[in-house]
Structure formats: structure tokens, C-alpha cells
């Protein structure tokens, strides 16, 4: 009996271990979300907390218990009986005679870092910044509302792989998402440099650079999961970047590639491995790994305003470079065989950019070459 | 946040052998340990966003207490310190018991089993828990990250926490012997059948034992007997209560039906926390030494099937002579040493864990 008792039928959306504390095996989103909602009464999964006596009389009825029996569980099990605390100890400060190893660890620690100067870490800052935004935001319309039994899940998204120094270490941003999003939505949600970055020389006309945003001129891209390339198709100019893979693929005896349009897909749609990396390529060769960390349904702490979906709730904050003149600005700019910079290329904020390389007419002064400089840290 | 998951792990753990000690399942004997360790206090002292992580990382740790292999008791105890943590902790809003799609079905078994032994403790609070929202449903029990963590060594502890093995009888269950005596019944008549005359057939062609259904039966209540026996053996201190253990034991008519609900006797409680005992005093004697196994899990092959494998009655003369290959091919094969194989299987597993 006991053998039979998981059975790991391949075909089932009970997601399981692939790798133990890895990734899981490939499950259909949408399918998993439905084996949840067979399993569980409507109300385990509402927003709305039961009532207290309503709870009681349904407990009482269903087991055949007394009141008296009822009362005396209730006070039994009572919470509040758990903090038998003197009013002494400070829930903010750790006790200093306890025996739990947890707290003499803790103890220590906190000594230690008493002990020197502690600066608190930007990233941890600006996590209590997103954290407050965001926790069990109600929206002011109804309509808005996050339905009850939807998925949330989590994705991390990391560095395009050229920074390689940055790779794994930290996910470049961790976005939460809901099951009826789709992946062109995921797609608008990603912040990346190289969308901003301008291609060209712009040294005789500086003004014009803006216009050239590559986001705008090339916004072909795909997502890439289990086997099946998701393709941006909603622009006329888009063309399926993956075709080149699809055929190289086919050619040289690789098992074959499927494509879809990434704003007909939704998660739901999806077959997937939790923790498992993914991919998302955008301006050619922009390559970013994609991790969905977690899927589960929604909860009545989660936000619950659709229109603040999808949602950012980990920002990975770069230290800028500051223009090599007055080392206050984040540079726009660098130029290079320039006779006026002190090195090459050098880097230029806007304002001094054009203070020392043209002249009140705008005219340029000297030779050089300026390409615009878009900074990491330009989503700060 | 995961400097501090082996300090608390050792904590949940002192907590759930001490509940494990207390040979209860009532949430009264449970709220009074975590009193007394005041461990409510183990929220204390942390900052802000550390409250959060904090939770998240002691919920997921008390979790992995909540699931079978561990026994029925422990998985009582889990739950309790699951609510308790739940209740007590410090980060606003609260963070939520992560329960994974897989493990559903065994929550709801051991609901049930909870229901029908009336442990109504077990069920207001299960259930408490469910009215309160204190669960996220998610596909798995942590968020994954394709980080590869530092394995967290398996505790000793632990292994004591788990039920000891009833594999030999799950395996012959009523169901089954039933079945077989139709078989065998049916196999005997059919090889009957073949001979003209009756005393012919009897002589040569029963090679197996007639009574192999009920020898079979006979093994594995013999198995169990000695299971509680060994077990009670293991710490001399209580010799009166093993002898009540084993009359317990042969009490039951329905041995077989009564040890898929042992975790709610007392007997196998009893049982269980011997055990536990046995495995502390492991606990001291290995942190001397540098491996992660404790002296008396290092015997030898031999010594350890010596220790562990029950050969019942007048097999065991049988059994002590090597097997030789011929015999593995004789249709007179030993029943009882099937079971001993999978007693021998099921331990040296342990051993490997
Ligand atoms: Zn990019
Ligand atoms: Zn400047």
C-alpha cells in the first residue's frame, strides 16, 4: 500500500523534483492551477477570512461536539496562551539568557556588528521601499481586482550574459506576475539598457540621438521555453528572430523547435520546469536568463490591484559611472579620438558634453567622434 | 538568512523531541514545552526586513516536519509548531505556511486519520489554519532559484522522528494472505488434477508447504513482536512496560489491521521515543568524532545484519548456514526469508540516509 501511495504518473500537473531543491519536471501551468482548484472549497482560496462563530458551529457540528467541549478546545488552543512573556523583554531586542540556539546565534551576531560601524546596504533599503509600495494593496475599483484562485508567479530575471561578472549572482529583477498575463507583457515588463542604447555617431548633430532608441527601431525578440520559441509579432516590423536557431537546429539533427507568438501565449498556456533557466532574447543578440521561481495561487496578503501587476519586487541597483568632468552627472556620452579628453574613450554627463565640444552656435570644435552612452544604472 | 538554518533546525528539533518524549499528541503537553523553552522568543531581536525572511525560513523549515517518513506524533507536533510560529511571529503582514500541490493528499490523509482517532486538538487547529488563510498553495515547498544550496546535514535526530519500519507488514496484508490461499488452494488442486489416482499426487508433486499461508501469517507477527520487543530492549530502564508492550502486542486479534493505526496507541509511542532515546546518546558520542555517522551505525555488514535481522524459530539454523546458489532455486524456499531480506533491505537503507 505504502509503494502505491505517490503514484508518478508522468502525464500528471502535480509539479515534482526533477532535480531535489533544483528545478521540477515540465508542467502545464494552467493544469496545475485546475488540480488546486479541484482540490480546495472555494473559500480556502477567498480572500475573505471566515467568520469566528461560524467557524465554531461548523466545527462543533461536524465532529459532534459539545459547547462546553467546544469552549474548552478553543481556550486550549489559544494563541495568546503561546506569549507567556513579562511585559521586561523587548520584542525588538534579542534575549540575552535564552537557550535557543537560534537566539544565542543571533546574540552574538548582533553583538559583533555592534561592535563596528554598520551601514545598512542599499539593496536592503530600497527592498523596504518596493515592499511597502506594494503588500496587500486593494485596488479602488472592483473591476480591478485580482480574481480569487489566480496564479502569482514569481520570475527572476538576470543580467544579459555579456556582464558576466554579474551573472547569477543577483537576479537583475524579480517581477511578480499573474497566470493570465501574457509573455508580451512579461516582455514590456523587462527593463534592459541595450532597448535605450542609440547606435551611430552623433558628433555633428547631437540633438538628433534620442530619435534613435533601438527599442523603437528593432523590436524583434523571444522568449524561449521547453522547446518552443515565443516570438514579439505585434509590430509590423517584427520578423521571427528564431528561425535562424529553428533551422540551424534542423540541420544539423537536433531535436526540432517549435515557435508561437508571445502575445497569444499566456502563463497559463505554458509547459514549464520550476527553476529552471529560460531564455529571453531581445535587440539580436541581448540574451537574458529567465527563472520562474514560483507559481502558487493567489492570497489575500498578496497585492490585489491588477493594474500594479506586473508587479517589481527586486531591483538590482548599479553603481553608476559619473562623467570624467565634473564627476556628479551619470555619463551620456563618450567620445573618442578626441583631443580634448583627458583619456579615450572618455566618458561626458550631457551638460558637460557640450560645454567643452561645441561653441554658443553649436558648432563642433575639433575632430572627434560622440556616441551616446547609455549607463547600466539608467533604471535606478 | 540561511546563516542561521542549522541553529534553527536544532531548535525545532529540541522542541519536537521533547513533545516526542511527552508521548502525547495534545496541544496542551505541546504549548507547555514551547513555554517552557520560550520559544516565542525566537522572533525576537530581528530587524525589519529580517522578520519576514526570517519566518519565511522557520516556517519552511518546521514544514519539512509535517510529512511523512516521520511518524504520526512528530507530524503532530510539526503542525503545532507550525501554528505556534504562525501566531507568534513578528513580520507584518504575516508570512504564509507554503504548502506544495504534492503534498496535499497526504495533509488531508493525516486530517483524517486525525478525525477518526477524535484528536479534535489536531483538527481544530489543521483547520484553524486553513480559516485563517496561513497557507500559500504552491507548487513546491521553497521558491527555487537554480541555486545550489550547501546540503544541510541530515540530522540524527531526525531519523529518530520516523516510524520504524512496518514494510514486511504492509506488504502481507489480510488482502493479501487471502489471496494467496485461493491461489495456493487453486495451484494444489490443478497440480492434483493431472494425476489419475489421489495418494499419487499427494506424495509427489506438493513440494511447497502446505501451510505456507499460515506460516507466512505466523512470520510477520512473529516479526512485529519482536520489532516491539527489540525496541524495548534497546533501553533497559523500562523493562516492566516492554512486558506490557509485548502482551499488548499479542492482544491483537487483527495484528495486521492494528499496525496501520499503531500511531495512535500508546504501545507504538512507546516504542517510538525508546528509540529516540537510543538515537541521543548516539548524538553525544559523535560529536567527538568527524563523521557525519555515529559509532554503533559504523558496525560492520555482518554485525549489523546480526543485530537486525530476525530469524524466527527453526529457521534460524537454516538460515545461519550460507545460502547456496542451488538453493535459491529450490521450491521449498523459506518463506520467512523474504521477509528477512526486506527487513534487511529496509535497514541498511536507513543506514544509507
Ligand atoms: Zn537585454
Ligand atoms: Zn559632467
Known amino acids: 500500500m505504502a509503494a502505491s501511495r505517490r503514484p508518478s504518473d508522468p502525464s500528471t500537473n502535480i509539479p515534482d523534483y526533477e532535480y531535489q531543491d ?20 472555494p473559500s480556502d482560496y477567498s480572500f475573505q477570512v471566515e467568520d469566528e462563530d461560524a467557524f465554531d458551529a461548523k466545527f462543533a457540528q461536524e465532529l459532534g461536539v459539545n459547547a462546553e467541549t467546544m469552549m474548552e478546545l478553543k481556550s486550549v488552543c489559544n494563541v495568546e496562551s503561546l506569549r507567556c512573556d513579562d511585559a521586561k523583554v523587548d520584542p525588538e531586542v534579542v534575549p540575552p539568557d535564552s537557550t535557543l540556539q537560534t537566539l544565542v546565534q543571533r546574540k552574538e551576531k548582533q553583538d559583533l556588528k555592534a561592535s563596528k560601524k554598520f551601514f545598512k546596504n542599499r539593496h536592503e533599503l530600497y527592498a523596504d521601499e518596493l515592499e511597502r509600495l506594494t503588500i496587500g494593496k486593494n485596488p479602488e475599483l472592483v473591476d480591478d481586482m485580482v480574481p480569487e484562485g489566480e496564479l502569482i508567479l514569481t520570475i527572476n530575471v538576470f543580467y544579459p550574459d555579456v556582464i558576466e ?28 539598457v541595450s532597448d535605450l542604447q542609440v547606435c551611430g555617431e552623433f558628433s555633428n548633430n547631437p540633438d538628433a540621438a534620442p530619435s534613435f532608441l533601438s527599442k523603437d527601431h528593432f523590436k524583434s525578440a523571444f522568449f524561449y521555453f521547453e522547446g518552443v520559441f515565443y516570438n514579439d509579432m505585434r509590430f509590423p516590423e517584427c520578423v521571427d528572430i528564431s528561425r535562424t536557431t529553428i533551422e540551424w ?3 544539423h539533427n537536433f531535436p526540432p523547435f517549435s515557435q508561437a507568438k508571445m502575445e497569444d501565449t499566456r502563463f497559463v498556456d505554458l509547459k514549464v520546469k520550476v527553476g529552471f533557466p529560460y531564455l529571453y532574447c531581445h535587440q539580436g543578440d541581448c540574451e537574458h536568463l529567465i527563472i520562474i521561481t ?5 492570497h489575500r496578503s498578496d497585492c490585489l490591484d491588477k493594474k500594479l501587476y506586473p508587479l517589481l519586487t527586486h531591483k538590482h541597483r548599479f553603481t553608476t559611472q559619473k562623467c570624467s568632468v565634473c564627476h556628479v552627472f551619470i555619463g551620456r556620452w563618450f567620445t573618442t579620438g578626441d583631443r580634448l579628453a583627458p583619456s579615450d574613450p572618455c566618458l561626458f554627463c550631457d551638460k558637460c558634453f557640450r560645454m567643452l565640444h561645441y561653441d554658443a552656435q553649436g558648432n563642433k570644435l575639433g575632430e572627434f567622434q560622440a556616441f551616446p552612452f547609455v549607463d547600466r544604472g539608467a533604471f535606478n | 538568512m540561511d546563516f542561521c538554518l542549522k541553529q534553527v533546525q536544532s531548535d525545532c ?13 495534545r496541544f496542551e503537553n505541546f504549548s507547555e514545552i514551547w513555554r517552557e523553552m520560550k520559544f516565542f522568543q525566537i522572533f525576537y531581536g530581528t530587524t525589519k526586513r529580517q522578520k519576514r525572511m526570517f519566518a519565511r525560513l522557520i516556517l519552511d523549515k518546521a514544514y519539512s516536519f ?44 493525516f486530517e483524517k486519520d486525525a478525525v477518526d482517532a477524535q484528536h479534535l486538538d489536531v483538527v481544530y487547529i489543521l483547520r484553524q489554519l486553513m480559516a485563517q488563510k496561513a497557507f500559500y498553495f504552491t507548487a513546491m515547498p521553497t521558491l527555487l532559484s537554480y541555486n545550489k544550496k550547501r546540503k544541510l546535514q541530515k540530522s540524527l535526530q531526525c531519523v529518530g522522528f520516523m516510524e520504524p519500519s512496518s514494510r514486511p507488514q504492509e506488504l502481507v496484508s489480510t488482502e493479501l494472505l487471502e489471496e494467496l490461499a485461493h491461489i495456493h488452494g487453486l495451484y494444489g488442486k490443478m497440480k492434483g488434477s493431472v494425476f489419475p489416482s489421489t495418494e499419487q499426487s499427494a506424495s509427489s508433486v506438493q513440494l511447497i508447504r502446505k501451510d505456507l499461508v499460515l506460516e507466512l501469517r505466523r512470520t510477520v507477527v512473529d516479526f512485529y513482536q519482536w520489532q516491539c520487543k527489540k525496541e524495548s530492549d534497546e533501553d533497559e530502564d523500562d523493562g516492566g512496560e516492554g512486558t506490557s508492550l509485548q502482551q499488548e502486542c499479542s492482544k491483537r486479534a487483527d495484528l495486521l489491521a492494528s499496525i496501520k493505526s499503531k500511531a495512535f496507541g500508546q504501545a507504538s509511542e512507546t516504542c517510538r521515543s525508546r528509540r529516540h532515546r537510543h538515537v541521543e546518546l548516539n548524538v553525544s558520542s559523535n560529536e567527538v568524532g568527524s563523521s557525519g555517522f555515529p559509532s554503533a551505525q559504523r558496525l560492520s555488514l555482518k554485525a549489523r545484519t546480526k543485530r537486525d535481522v ?15 546458489i542451488n538453493r535459491l532455486t529450490s521450491l521449498d524456499f523459506p518463506v520467512t526469508k523474504n521477509i528477512q531480506k526486506t527487513q534487511k533491505e529496509v535497514s541498511s537503507e536507513d543506514d544509507d540516509a
Open chain 1, 249 to 251: 537546429a534542423e540541420s
Open chain 2, 66 to 109: 509535517f510529512l511523512p517518513p516521520f511518524s504520526f506524533q512528530i507530524r503532530v507536533g510539526a503542525l503545532y509548531l507550525l501554528y505556534s510560529l504562525y501566531g507568534c511571529q513578528t513580520a507584518s503582514p504575516q508570512e504564509q505556511i507554503r504548502v506544495p500541490l504534492k503534498d496535499w493528499e497526504d495533509i488531508k490523509r
Open chain 1, 22 to 41: 533544483v528545478n521540477t519536471k515540465a508542467f502545464h501551468i494552467g493544469s496545475f492551477r485546475t488540480e488546486w482548484l479541484n482540490r480546495l472549497k
Open chain 1, 165 to 192: 561578472k554579474f551573472n547569477f549572482i543577483r537576479p537583475h529583477a524579480a517581477l511578480l506576475m499573474m497566470g493570465s498575463h501574457t509573455l508580451a507583457e512579461l516582455r514590456d515588463a523587462i527593463c534592459c
Open chain 2, 13 to 25: 528539533e529540541e522542541l519536537l523531541s521533547r513533545f516526542q518524549r511527552s508521548e502525547s499528541v
Open chain 1, 294 to 298: 514560483d507559481i502558487r495561487l493567489a
Open chain 2, 310 to 324: 530476525r530469524i524466527s524459530g527453526d529457521m534460524r539454523k537454516e538460515a545461519e548456514t550460507r545460502t547456496q
